[in-house]
């Protein structure tokens, strides 16, 4: 989820910090860090997940997350309370509304519910809900900077509510929003859709990927393979891997099986993906940077990229696991993403739009029940 704080020099071999203002060709300003405020309270009553106490984030649990009664009850709860905090903070994207603003009203609505935030303090992270702006790929820490008309915002939430974690995103728009950011949102909602729809007790994973890349393929969309899914449930991340393109994974679905699909999709930028470990990154030889808690392949060197040669076309970046995912960092097109010095936030180098949509889902014998909708 976090780049590791002990390996700046690769981070910086992969990441552009400039600070470059300037967009070409387009009227929205770059996104800048704003000033972030100190972390809240959260009541001592409330059980708290065993990484908070520590700044290093658990990684990844071996098993997939499979329930009993009490267990799945516990999960449609924890869904359902992160799916109602979610679209409570959609109704306050506005033009003048800071995202500080927003993650305050979250944390305020999950501690109400006797639940906790679970961002607050994974890895170190310093607020309860992450905020992704316009170019933000992921992990948008909010702070002061006040929403402007025809921004579109992917708020990310994820609640601990008696042992279990709930989660789920959405990209929502902020008044009048252009034709390209509208379709480069629905498309992603579809995505999501068409790979729910094909979950059932006994499906192989791969169809997932499949489904979403023939989608894509449909659009002209470019499928990111770097990155795969992880799952979620009694932990914050767990197995299985799952793959979002076209693959051989043999791995298939489990009745009473809970994990995540979550897609991110992205206009312009370059190949970039986050190791899964230290140990993979100094063996390989590639180029890759850790990334906290999260699993995925390396790219062969910091110059690869996706042909792109006659296509304008978006990225669709996919997450799906059994509960939360931490999600893919890719771009199509520019000369690298930019990651802030606060080790969190990603960005697309040349200031193109991202946007994403993640839900929760109980595998059934009737096929995939949704936890995360109201």
Known sequence: ????????????????????????????????????????????????????????????????????????????????????????????????????????AVHQMIIDNGAYPSPLGYGGFPKSVCTSVNECICHGIPDSRALEDGDIVNIDVTVYLNGYHGDTSKTFYCGEVDGEAKKLVQVTKECLDKAISVCAPGVEYKKIG???????????YGVVRQFVGHGVGRVFHADPVIMHYRNKDPGRMILNQTFTIGVETLVDGIDFCLGSSMENLLESGNCGAIARGMPCHFANDTSSTLATAGRNHLIVFVQLHCFNLTEPMLTIGSINPIMWDDNWTVVTEDGSLSAQF???????KDGAEILTQC
């Open 1 to 104: 989820m976090q780049l590791s704080r002990t390996l700046s020099g690769i981070t910086n071999l992969l990441f552009n910090r400039s600070n470059v203002d300037e967009l070409p060709g387009i009227k929205r300003k770059r996104l800048r860090p704003g000033k972030v405020s100190p972390r809240q309270p959260v009541p001592s009553d409330i059980p708290q997940p065993p990484y908070v106490k520590s700044r290093k984030p658990p990684g990844i649990v071996s098993g997939p997350e499979v329930h009993d009664e009490t267990g799945i009850d516990c999960m449609r709860a924890s869904g359902r309370l992160a799916a109602q905090v979610l679209e409570y903070a959609g109704s306050l994207v506005k033009p003048s509304i800071t995202t500080d603003e927003i993650d305050q």
């Open 210 to 220: 499949k489904t979403i890349q023939d989608h894509a393929d449909i659009h002209r």
């Open 358 to 364: 993640e839900h929760t889902i109980l595998i059934t």
